[in-house]
């Protein structure tokens, strides 16, 4: 088990490579094309869609949480 010193140092790096992560696609989107991003969005999107439908259909995840979970999602 970590000690309190060694957590807090693991959350500050994760909190700074998270906000790394922030402001390189913050740049990217302002750098490129809104379609260009978009489109690898949705390419990320459908992947993890396919992923889930996938573990469901094979029995490694429960497809009745996963399809409520997915429901929620869609209707925000």
Not at 28 to 56: C, F, G, K, P
């Amino acid at each position: 088990m970590q000690n309190s010193t060694a957590f807090e140092d693991d959350q500050r790096r994760n909190m700074e490579q998270r906000r790394a992560m922030i402001k390189r696609w913050a740049k990217y989107v302002r750098t490129h094309d809104d379609q260009e991003w978009s489109r690898q969005q949705n390419r990320l999107i459908n992947s993890q869609l396919q992923s889930a439908n996938d573990m469901a259909a094979s029995g490694e995840t429960d497809p009745v949480r996963f399809a409520a979970a997915r429901d929620r999602i869609r209707d925000r």
